[in-house]
């Protein structure tokens, strides 16, 4: 018998498969062409690419996490009048009219409802080790030096201020409260950036995490540090 066959990966992808995921890469990079809000292209290419990565270590269905992870932002709730399963939706019936198995579709819907991020208090438990390196892929992306840059984009076009010594970080309790609350990039922060790493599913996406989330505390370390000469010296 010929081992060799023995070593094959698990989840090869069919040609037609292949096909439904080049597709859906051409149908995302159009609709999130114009974005200005974090949820551009190149965010979803980094968590494609962060996702299929973490899927190969963990052995998950590569599929269902590159489907999942392509079309995870396709609808933003903070641009949909608050409506958080509105990416689920439309993934739906994108995937529905390529012809993809119910079954598929189904869990990959399934995982966009679940990564979306509702309040630094809201259990948002993914189950599947699919759904858990598609979440581990975009909350990474939320760290680090790009994590850093993408936060103060946001702020910027939301018209926050980056910082104000007055306003305290705030932990929300409900979906709801997080959806309103307005407040500083900082505070951000603490509100959300810091509290990732322990969040983390996999092996490798907490591996990952641990050189992003210390990269962001000398970040505010040294933001601090900035502010407080300048204050001391007017
Ligand atoms: P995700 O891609 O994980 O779904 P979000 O939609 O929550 O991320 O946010 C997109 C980007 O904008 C992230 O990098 C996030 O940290 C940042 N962001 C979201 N809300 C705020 C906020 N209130 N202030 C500053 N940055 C934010
Ligand atoms: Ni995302």
Partial sequence: MNTNTLQQPT?????????????????VKKMLEHDQTGHDWWHIHRVWQTALYIAKKEKGDSLVVQLAALLHDIADW??????DKASARVAQEWLASMGLEKESITHICDIINAVTFKGAGVESQIKTLEGQAVQDADRLDALGAIGIARAFTYGGYKGMPMYDPALEPKFHASFEEYKKHKGTTINHFYEKLLLLKELMNTSTGKRLAEDRHQFIESYLNQFFLEWNIVNENT
């Fill in 78 to 83: 903070k641009f949909n009048d608050g409506d």
């Fill in 11 to 27: 989840h090869e992808i069919s040609s037609t498969h292949q096909s439904i995921i080049d597709q859906t890469v051409t149908y």
